[in-house]
């Protein structure tokens, strides 16, 4: 049965609410026995029907306090069971039957490598037993877990361990209380054989937490950058926020089977193992700080998901945007503040930007949806945070702690929308959003244009603003939207000057208001040619194009005071090139363009890893982003033929460079050390960007005698591109042969291959997909070969082979992990600026896709908004 459209209008308060719920599991691999005890209370007057949901669930029996109710009080239907009369307050008393084994969607209860794990958001509970399974009915849950003693020697779920002990045959059983009420996407439970290490956290209160973090035998050496992460955090969010964590035990848990990276059910977070463990020799520098910050994640849940949730999921960004800003704003702090600041802004350019060029464009919260699994995304995650942040950039840090404050301490306990959010950001500033609340409802990245004027009589410099918000596939109607500009004005020495706007001195740096489709901004006492910097770190999500002559853009690649627009202005600088270049299928860099590279290389003022950062050019599917027609091959030719530019002219310097970073110290993650290796490796890469025999040795060697993944890795990716198909063989069944055991090495093996520029490129996955190593039911696998391969590859992804393969694995996904699949089609969906013979072929595969029995409605939701688009 196709799902149905629903609306965020159409939201009702529950009918019935549950004070306490206790649970009972006897766990079986195959055959899990759930009885559930529900306390209802009637909450409309009205209402009559108890509505508890159902998903894939072997039905047993209900009963109604005590009493078994019989086949004409109820309605059982495949995804409902409604319980007709329904008194003011009652107990229900459910037996059901799961099957984990057999639930390889990894929602819900499921089996993965010997342990039994949940995943319930967002409607994974109902996946395990009947229930009123919606964020706004909040609960206190009593669980009892009983299995084999021996398969899973470990019981975990929420809150407090309250009773364990022995049973018969073999079995035992733990039950835990949790004190806090929640609704049922923060349920957990984990069984399985898991090592442990532990530590303790010591409150701003001087309570004492103890900290567990559970992983497959054999781990234990990889978690303790997740535990060293973890006390950041806790730290981090008392002085940032006054957060104090709220229990007297904190769980971890890393699986390697997990759908999405991570989980913050209430005191036992679950992990993708994939973001959770690392060591110097499997684990890449990136990894490192990415789990930083994704611990951090889930643990700033707690306060910002758990205590406070959604009412709704329409409301999803209320608690994933907020808590990816907080993420966001802790890896500033522990980690290169500039750097991570510009890897956010890269990250939403590369995954929300082309959301909102596609047919599955939506707001921030969607006013509608068919399947919410489609809506995990970067525009509600990410982009959600630059809303936020915006918010904080007007009222102030100050302004913005008093609002975070007032948000916790009203609305503690309970499920709120984003209104109540911005209400309280209003009250305790007293600053009006009402406009700037456009945010969350429209869709669609607004392009700001800018020009500067300066009058030498009257000593004004006139900046111009015009925005576009371009219609997006939902929406037809847009509204200017209220824009933050963070700025300042630079006089030609480079200093920044006072800025002042209708005679009063604002300083040397401002936040302008930017409200209407066209506004002037008239700064006066301006006393020589001056150059503007505007959206300093980013301080809104828009496109910027920045009408600056080049000289003056040259100018503040040097002189802007603000690193993340100086890094910006010459990502816009490499973007019109690369545009004018595939527009004239020739490349051409002009020497002003060298020559910053140049000052970058050998400038002492600018640290290794901001370096690294300025000397990457943009990605293709940035790039995408950014043509009205796109040719997949061209823009890959022309990108590299751009580097191989830059590696020619600037060969000495990358040279010295890669030299001087040279190291021969122990591994460690300092931010220095990180620093230094990014930018000893990009070095590298341009270096062999020609495939220059002296400089592919030197990538050999660095392959051959790392003592570390970061090295080794970038090493074996740059020989796989550019030293030619049988050294790219030899390297890659090196890295197999040493890796294949590992997990987190064996993807990673994934992905390079995925990566490979060669004619046969989809034989050869079609292969590794054989081997007995790759799982399809395992997401990391999938995700790393066919993700990589479409994300990364799109000189070979974006052709027939390419899309017929493609599409191939969603047929064979659709019945073992929708979400999967989901996640994948997106790849194929946004063609409208495609060659006609790729549209074609697409609209032939996705027609295939479409036709197959048993569609899974995210699969669907995504296909007829692409189809309908046409
Ligand atoms: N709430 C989790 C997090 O962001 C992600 C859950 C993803 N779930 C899903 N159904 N897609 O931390
Ligand atoms: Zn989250």
């Known amino acids: 049965m196709a799902k149905e459209v629903i609306y965020r209008k159409d939201y009702k308060a529950p009918d019935f609410l549950v004070d306490n719920v206790s649970l009972e599991f006897d766990l079986h691999e195959s055959k899990t026995l759930v009885k559930s005890r529900i306390e209802f209370k009637k909450s409309n007057a009205d209402a009559t029907d108890c509505v508890l949901y159902a998903d894939d669930l072997i039905f047993i029996s209900v009963s109604m306090n005590g009493e078994l109710l019989s086949i004409d009080d109820y309605i059982l239907s495949e995804n409902e069971l409604v319980v007709k009369n329904a008194p003011d307050e009652f107990f229900l008393e459910v037996e059901n039957e799961i099957n984990p084994k057999a639930n390889t969607s990894l929602s819900g209860l499921y089996y993965s490598s010997g342990n039994l794990t949940t995943q319930c958001e967002a409607q994974g509970f109902r996946r395990i037993t009947y229930y009123p399974d919606r964020p706004d009915v909040m609960a206190k849950f009593e669980v009892t877990l009983r299995g084999n003693k021996e398969n899973y020697p470990i019981l975990l779920s929420n809150g407090n361990l309250i009773d364990s002990g022995n049973l018969e045959d073999g079995r035992h059983f733990a039950k835990y209380e949790d004190p806090f009420k929640k609704p049922s996407y923060l349920f957990a439970l984990v069984a399985g054989k898991l090592d442990h ?58 699986v390697d089977d997990f759908n999405a990276g991570a989980m913050e059910n209430k005191s036992l977070n679950i992990f993708n193992s994939s973001c959770a463990l690392a060591d110097p020799i499997t684990a890449v520098d990136a990894e490192y700080q990415f789990i930083e910050t994704i611990i951090g994640h889930e643990y700033f849940h707690n306060w910002t998901g758990d205590r406070i949730t959604c009412r709704s999921w329409f409301e999803l960004t209320l608690k994933e945007g907020l808590t990816v800003f907080r993420h966001e704003s802790f890896g500033e702090s522990v980690q290169d503040r500039d750097v991570n600041r510009i890897g956010d802004v890269v990250k939403l350019r590369n995954i929300q930007l082309p959301e909102d060029l596609s047919p599955m464009a939506h707001s921030i919260r969607p006013d509608s949806f068919v399947e919410i699994e489609n809506f995990y995304t970067g525009t509600v995650y990410e982009k959600g945070a630059e809303v936020i942040r915006m918010m904080k950039t007007i009222i102030g840090d100050e302004n913005f702690r008093k609002a975070t404050d007032l948000y916790f301490e009203k609305f503690d306990g309970q499920a709120v929308a984003c209104d109540d959010f911005v209400s309280c950001m209003a009250e305790a500033s007293g600053f009006d959003f009402t406009h700037f609340k456009l945010w969350y409802s429209q869709a669609g990245t607004p392009i700001v244009t800018s020009t500067g004027e300066w009058d030498k ?86 496109i910027h194009k920045n009408k600056l002559e080049d000289e003056d853009k040259y100018f503040l690649v040097k002189h802007d005071t603000n690193p993340f627009c100086r890094w910006d202005i010459l990502q816009q600088l490499s973007m019109d090139i690369l545009l004018k270049s595939i527009h004239d299928e020739m490349v051409e860099v002009p020497e002003n363009f060298i ?56 060969h000495e310097e990358m040279m010295d460079v890669f030299g001087e970073t040279y190291s021969k110290k122990e591994y460690d993650v300092s931010a220095e050390e990180i620093g230094r290796r990014s930018l000893h490796n990009i070095c590298l890469s341009y270096l062999c960007a020609n495939g220059e025999k002296g400089s592919i040795h030197l990538a050999e060697h660095q392959y051959f005698h790392a003592d570390n993944m970061t090295d080794q890795y970038s090493a074996l990716n740059i020989l796989v591109s550019k030293a030619g198909e049988r050294t790219a063989e030899i390297v890659l069944d090196n890295f197999y042969d040493l890796y294949k055991d590992d997990i987190s090495g064996f993807n990673k093996w994934l992905s390079a291959q995925a990566r490979r520029d060669i004619d046969n490129i989809t034989d050869k996955l079609r292969e590794i997909m054989q081997y007995e190593k790759f799982s399809i039911t395992n997401p990391n696998n999938v995700r790393r070969l066919m993700g990589s391969f479409a994300m990364f590859n799109a000189n070979r992804f974006h052709t027939e082979e390419g899309y017929k393969f493609l599409t191939d694995v969603l047929i064979s996904l659709n019945t073992i992990n929708p979400n999967i699949a989901s996640g994948l ?11 006609e013979e790729n549209k074609e072929i697409i609209l032939r595969e996705l027609k295939r896709l479409r036709s197959i029995d048993k569609l899974a409605p995210n699969l669907q939701e995504k296909i007829d908004n692409a189809l309908k688009a046409v």
């Open 595 to 650: 020559e910053a590279f140049r000052i970058i290389l050998s400038d002492e003022n600018i640290s290794n890893s901001m370096k690294a950062t300025l000397l990457t050019l943009p990605s293709e599917k940035e790039i995408e982003s950014n043509c009205e027609f796109i040719d997949h091959q061209i823009i890959h030719k022309v990108r590299q033929e751009f580097i191989s530019l830059i590696s020619i002219k600037l």
């Open 457 to 542: 009589i009257n000593r004004t410099y006139k900046i111009t603003l015009t925005q576009e918000n371009k219609p997006t596939n939902n929406q037809k109607e847009k509204l200017p939207l209220f824009i933050p500009v963070k700025m300042g004005i630079l006089n030609h020495e480079g200093q920044e000057i006072d800025l002042i706007l209708n005679g009063k001195n604002l300083g040397k740096e401002t936040v302008l208001h930017f409200t209407e489709e066209k506004t002037e901004f008239v700064f006066e006492e301006v006393h020589s040619q001056p150059v503007y910097s505007l959206f300093r770190d980013f301080s809104a999500p828009i």
């Open 825 to 835: 089609v997106d790849h194929m969906c946004s063609f409208s600026k495609f060659k």
């Open 197 to 254: 290490i532990e530590d303790s956290f010591t409150t701003m209160s001087g309570k004492k937490v103890a900290l567990k973090i559970f992983c497959n035998p054999g781990n234990v050496n990889k978690c303790y950058h997740a535990m060293a992460s973890l006390k950041k955090a806790m730290k981090w969010d008392e002085e940032t926020y006054g957060r104090e964590y709220d229990l007297d035990i904190f769980n971890v848990v890393f």
